[in-house]
């Protein structure tokens, strides 16, 4: 192999790897570590565990790493989301949740600063009060965008 194909296949690895290193997945301390879905929700993708507790975050390590590493998961930037989420394009749903019209948004499919603390995937479509007036003032984005 020439040097130019050498170091234009280091390059195009690299970046992944570069990125996998710099990222603290924590330690394994949450209940739920070791059952092959990532708890934290730093990440999101098709390896993400139906219930997320913010108290999980940094402590999923093994999970999500192997999530992250088999290319299933990626870092989920509030910033990026909020670019992304469309608002007025959403689908909120009713106001069936157990906890409607408290502030916090309670869908699974949102998070930022104004989703709640535990996030279920049985309240998908089921806070849309909360979830369309913090969308609306930029206070949560789509988890998959």
Known sequence: ?????LVAA??????????????N?????SQ?????????????GAGMAQGLDRDDIGHDATDCKAG?????LMIWDFAAAKAATQ??????GDDKSEWPDDGQCDDYRFDGPGADFV?????????????RQLCDLGQIAVRDY
């Open 1 to 5: 192999m020439n040097l130019r194909l």
């Open 68 to 72: 992250f590493d088999a290319g299933k």
């Open 87 to 92: 608002c007025s394009a959403i689908n909120f």
């Open 119 to 131: 996030l279920l995937s049985e309240d998908i479509g089921h806070d849309a009060s909360d979830c």
């Open 10 to 23: 280091i390059a195009s690895v690299a970046p992944a790897a570069v990125l996998a290193q710099s990222i």
């Open 25 to 29: 997945f924590g330690d394994d301390a």
């Open 32 to 44: 739920w570590s070791n059952d092959g879905e990532c708890d934290d929700r730093r990440f999101r």
